[in-house]
């Protein structure tokens, strides 16, 4: 078990571009959450999978954002025309049947300039 | 809606003594959970302590205890003999109702040696 892993670790792009994040959850997780961390706020709640089905989002996904788990497995995360608000720390997590035993990884960071 | 408030932005500790650290909850639901997680820099949020709404013994993991209010919707998290390693930023967060956590905005934890 090596945890949520999460890449890149780190992505500055410039404004109007598009990026992609990947998350890997822990392998037998069948849930998978996106959070948004902007400096000196706590996580926000973005979106939860189980297994390949999107169940949840929030209101601060807007039509920019989209996330997919086409498989069960990995994750992506796109923000296609980024904005300089979207930079931020975001994080992904996962958790078997129940948030008790939820999963950070270390997230990505976005620097849009 | 579900809200998380973290009142003190930073807190600092002597090594070996003890700090509480505050949080208030809102809730409409019955049934819920509350987390502390700790954040330390550039590493990934871990789980130092969880309590389910319907316990009213308060949770203890080692060093960590909490104190929960229920009727005053408070949660605080109490380190004793703080260490050196125990400096981070530490998260209160609510989960009830659905299959998000609702965050605070954190406290800061530093410990003088």
């Known amino acids: 078990d090596t945890g949520v892993s999460q890449n890149p670790r780190h992505k500055i792009t410039k404004r109007g571009q598009n990026v992609t994040f990947r998350c890997d959850p822990i392998s037998e997780h069948n849930r998978l959450y996106w959070y948004r961390q902007t400096l000196g706020q706590g996580p926000e709640f973005l979106t939860y999978?189980?297994?390949?089905?999107?169940?949840?989002k929030s209101r601060l996904l807007s039509d920019r954002f989209s996330a997919e788990r086409p498989k069960g497995s990995f994750s992506t995360l796109e923000i296609q025309r980024t904005e300089q608000g979207d930079s931020a720390m975001y994080l992904c997590?996962?958790?078997?049947?129940?948030?008790?035993?939820?999963?950070f990884g270390q997230g990505t960071r976005l620097t849009v300039v | 809606a579900q809200t998380v408030t973290q009142s003190q932005p930073e807190m600092s500790v002597q090594e070996a003594e003890t700090v509480t650290l505050s949080c208030t909850y809102d809730?409409?639901?019955?049934?819920?959970?509350l987390f502390w997680y700790k954040q330390p820099p550039s590493r990934q949020m871990i789980l130092v302590i969880r309590?389910?709404?319907?316990?009213?013994q308060n949770a203890t993991e080692n060093r960590f205890s909490v104190n929960f209010q229920k009727a005053a919707k408070s949660f605080s998290l109490k380190i004793s003999d703080s260490q050196l390693g125990d400096a981070a930023m530490y998260f209160c967060?609510?989960?009830?109702?659905?299959?998000?956590?609702?965050f605070g905005k954190g406290t800061k934890l530093t410990v003088n040696p």
């Open positions: 999978f189980q297994n390949e089905a999107q169940l949840e």
């Open positions: 309590q389910e709404a319907y316990k009213q």
């Open positions: 809730t409409s639901e019955s049934d819920y959970y």
């Open positions: 967060a609510n989960q009830g109702g659905s299959e998000k956590l609702v």
């Open positions: 997590a996962s958790s078997s049947d129940h948030l008790l035993d939820l999963s």
